[in-house]
């Protein structure tokens, strides 16, 4: 028999996704795989049922229904300053999924170097195997997860093509300061390199942090390819619904991986969604706010756990340290926290190049009540085990 391509061996499928699995069989509250158990607004779901009556039911334009992507470039200028052309600047994907991968293939041949820092989410290294380009890792030290500036500038010295950059960032949540991001920018220019942006989380962002857009920085805008999605920003991670948006020679290629990959995001779903995009100021606001007091409630219970966990400034995640726990590896802690507690997350390890297993990633997308037995479950079981 022939063998299958060996590029598949070199990494595994998403332990997040399997996670997920797990959760599932067991039952257990899933506090892996970062999605909402709340609704979307009811406005979207409304637009969604008119939509789905609508003539909307064939291929859209393979970029993007141009009202989705004339929507998607008005609410991406309100927020950024950008004067992104829906025409030209833009591509809408199957998820971010799909706009990092694109990115990957737009911005690198086989062979070349993408640097991807420690810990990363774990499509970064994945998207750059499959695209033939090579990870090469920066750590993010904890507990603050700041980079060496020296390592990173040999990073780049060594010949890298691109950098990705989640920000705010799975799994550390971490927010890069403006000062961090120029150093970045500084490096990308010196060395000539792509910036692969992976926004997602950008409207949820805890106070005093701030996030920043890359691409508007000095010179960036050339250079950088950001991915983003509508998945946390409106809760609808299924609606698999993202985009890339990058100067006209790069959306040009970008669009060609695309259409290949793809054909296109469902029509319908676009349709509706331009309903989200027009949402006012006072929506974002509040989804911070609901953000700010899920991660309160949810980090008050971690708390009296007695364990010690990673405070983040963006993004929904926390890294909880289980090595007063006495496991051997954190796949074996938190396949015993799934069956024991009830409660799943997602061992660090598959976030980190370095042999790490000192924390299960815990995310707190969830409603009040599901936060507050998630807790109960963790003071509980995890006092019991200490
Ligand atoms: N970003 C989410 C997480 O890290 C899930 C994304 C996904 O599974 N596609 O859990």
Known sequence: MPQPARRLEVFTESVIREMTRLSNRHGSINLAQG???FDPPAELVDALA????????????TWGAPRFRQALARKHQRFTGLDVDPDRHLVVTCGSTEAMMVSMMTACDPGDKVIVFSPFYENYAADAILSGAVP???PLHAPGFTFDRDELRRAFAAGAKAIVICNPSNPSGKVFTRDELLFIAGLAEEFDAFVLMDE?????VYAPHRHTCFATLPGMWER???CG???????ITGWRLGHVIAPENLISRARKVHDFLTVGAAAPLQEAAVTALEFADAYYAELQQAYDRKKLQFLGCLKQTGLKFTEPQGAY?????????GFSTDTEAAGWMTREVGVTGVPGSSFFREPEHRYIRLHFAKKEETLRAAGEKLVEGLRRRA
């Open 35 to 37: 999605f909402p158990d």
């Open 50 to 61: 008119t939509a789905i009556r609508g003539p909307f039911h064939q291929y859209a334009v």
């Open 136 to 138: 090469v890792h920066v």
């Open 200 to 204: 997602v989380y950008e409207h949820i």
């Open 224 to 226: 950088t390819l950001s």
């Open 229 to 235: 999605s509508l998945s946390k920003t409106y809760s």
């Open 317 to 325: 995640y926390t890294l909880l340290d289980i090595s007063p726990l």
